[in-house]
C-alpha cells in the first residue's frame, strides 16, 4: 500500500508539472491519500511483536510461579489478563491508535492460547492434543471477526494451518475438516476487504492441495493436482470476465491456480520416474505454462503472476538441465533452445509494451 502511495504523489506531481491537474485538484488528491494512511508501518509491526512477547512473558511467568497460586487465583489471573487486553483494545481503536489496538488484540489472543494449555496442565485433561489449537484458532477467529483485527484473522489461519498439519501428520492422510475454517477464515477476510488476507488464504489452499498430491502420490495424486490446478484456474479467469467487482479474487485464483499446477508438473517430471517420451510432454506443458503466467502477468498488469512465471521458468530450465543434459540434449542445444525461448518471450514484451504506450498516447 506504502508502495502505490508513493508511487501515486510520484505521478500526481509530474501531472501537475504537465498541467493536466490544477493545484486544487493536486491538494484533494494528496489530501485522500494521506487520509488512507500508510498501513501498519514499522512502528506498527514493532508494537505488535511487542504485544505477543509481552503476552507470552506473563503467561511464562505465571507457568514459572504455577505451583505457588491457588487453582482460584490461576483462573482469575487468567480471564484478567485476557479481558484486559481486549479492552484495552476497544479503547485503542476507539482512539484512532488502531495498530495499536491490533496489538493489544494479538496480546490477548496469545495469552488465550497459553491459557488453555495451563488450564489443560492444570486439570490434567487428556485427549487428541491438535484439538488444543483448534480451539485457540477458533478463538482467535472470534477475536479477529468481533474486534476486526486483520493481524488476528491473519493468525487464526496460522493456527488452522497448524492443526491441519498437525492432524494430517497423525493420521498420515490429509485432513479434509481443515477447509471448513479455512473456509470461514477466507470469507473473513472478503469481508474486511483486505486483499493481503486473500493471498494468504490462496496460499493456504495452495498448499493442501499440492499436499494431497504428495500423499496419494502412487494413486495419481499430482495428476489430480494439475487438474484442480487448471479447473480453479479457468473459474478465476472465466470469474475475471464475468464479475470484475470481485477482480483481486480471481487475480489471486489465477496465481495460486499456476502455483498449484506447475507444483504438481513439477513432481511429476523429476519427483516421480518418467519415462522420455512422458518427460518430454511434461516438460513442455510446464515451459508453456510459465510463459503463459509471464504473458498473463505482462498482459494485466500482474506483478505476482509476471513473477512467478519468471520463477517458474527458472526452475523449470534448470531442472530439465540437470535431468536431459548428455542423455536427451546435449548442453549447447539445450542452451540455445532456451535462449531462443527467452529471446522471443522479450520480443513478445516489447511488442506489448510498445501497443500499449500507442493506446495511450491515442488516448
Known amino acids: 500500500m506504502w508502495g502505490y ?40 509491526a514493532l508494537a505488535i511483536l511487542a504485544a505477543v512477547l509481552i503476552g507470552f512473558a506473563v503467561m511464562s511467568f505465571v507457568a514459572a510461579n504455577w505451583q505457588e497460586m491457588s487453582r482460584v487465583f490461576r483462573l482469575g489471573l487468567l480471564i484478567t489478563s485476557l479481558w484486559a487486553s481486549y479492552l484495552l483494545a476497544g479503547a485503542l481503536f476507539r482512539r484512532g491508535m488502531g495498530t495499536f489496538g491490533h496489538a493489544a488484540v494479538l496480546a490477548g489472543c496469545a495469552i488465550f492460547g497459553a491459557s488453555l494449555m495451563l488450564v489443560s496442565q492444570m486439570y490434567h485433561m487428556d485427549g487428541n492434543a491438535p484439538d488444543v489449537v483448534l480451539v485457540w484458532a477458533a478463538g482467535t477467529l472470534l477475536a479477529g471477526v468481533l474486534l476486526r483485527s486483520n493481524p488476528a484473522l491473519a493468525f487464526a489461519l496460522v493456527l488452522f494451518s497448524i492443526w491441519g498439519i498437525w492432524e494430517t501428520a497423525q493420521r498420515e492422510a490429509l485432513h479434509w475438516p481443515y477447509l471448513a475454517p479455512w473456509a470461514l477464515v477466507a470469507a473473513a477476510y472478503y469481508w474486511q ?22 500423499i496419494h502420490h502412487t494413486n495419481g495424486g499430482h495428476e489430480v493436482v494439475v487438474l484442480v490446478g487448471t479447473v480453479i484456474g479457468a473459474l478465476a479467469a472465466i470469474g475475471f470476465a464475468k464479475l470484475p467487482k470481485l477482480e483481486p479474487v480471481w487475480r489471486g485464483g489465477i496465481v495460486y491456480a499456476l502455483i498449484v499446477m506447475f507444483s504438481g508438473l513439477f513432481a511429476l517430471q523429476f519427483i516421480k520416474s518418467p519415462g522420455a517420451g512422458e518427460f518430454i510432454l511434461l516438460a513442455v506443458f510446464a515451459l508453456a505454462l510459465t510463459l503463459t503466467a509471464i504473458w498473463w502477468g505482462l498482459a494485466s498488469s500482474d506483478r505476482s503472476a509476471l513473477w512467478l512465471g519468471y520463477l517458474a521458468f527458472s526452475i523449470e530450465v534448470l531442472g530439465i538441465y540437470g535431468k536431459t543434459v548428455g542423455t536427451l540434449l546435449g548442453s549447447s542445444v539445450f542452451f540455445l533452445t532456451a535462449g531462443f525461448v527467452v529471446a522471443g518471450l522479450a520480443y513478445f514484451a516489447y511488442r506489448l509494451h510498445a501497443r500499449r504506450e500507442a493506446q495511450e498516447a491515442v488516448s
Open 5 to 44: 502511495q508513493h508511487r501515486l504523489k510520484k505521478d500526481v506531481e509530474r501531472w501537475r508539472a504537465a498541467g493536466w491537474i490544477d493545484a486544487d485538484g493536486e491538494r484533494a488528491i494528496r489530501a485522500d491519500i494521506a487520509s488512507r494512511g500508510r498501513g501498519i508501518g514499522l512502528p506498527g
Open 193 to 214: 476487504r483486505w486483499e493481503p488476507g486473500v493471498h494468504l488464504a490462496g496460499l493456504a489452499l495452495a498448499g493442501f492441495i499440492v499436499t494431497y498430491g504428495y
